[in-house]
């Protein structure tokens, strides 16, 4: 974990430092169920995150142990995004979130009978 001067003791607020902008959990939630590990797939996603936002969120995930990245071609070198075993432990945020947001504001695919995200076109 890189040395980080918090602004606030609480653990929210510091999780929040980390995980709590516009694009960083939808950057978790391609790489976990999804299945959107390059670059190129990610950028895809529904929400078109912009390239250099894109970067810099990678790179904040791969400093703070939630993503590695692994070269899978060297010419030209391309790299893969995979979570680590502490980005995966933020499933059950991603899923609580999921929850709140269907059941509030409506849309998406989750699924409460399962808990789950259900991909398009199936049914539950």
Known sequence: MPRHRF???????????IVGDKWTLL???????????????????????PTNILSERLKRLERW???????YQQRPLRHAYRLT?????????????MAWGHERL??????????????PGRRA
């Open 65 to 71: 142990g939630l993503v590695r990245r692994e070269p």
């Open 106 to 119: 409506g849309g998406g695919r989750f699924d409460p009978a399962t808990g789950q995200s259900r991909r």
């Open 27 to 49: 950057l978790v939630r391609d790489l976990m169920w999804h299945g959107k590990h390059g670059f190129q797939a990610l950028q895809r996603s529904a929400e078109r995150v």
């Open 7 to 17: 602004r606030s003791a609480c653990s929210i607020a510091r999780t929040l430092e």
């Open 85 to 97: 075993d502490a980005g995966k432990a933020l499933e059950p945020v991603l899923l609580q979130i």
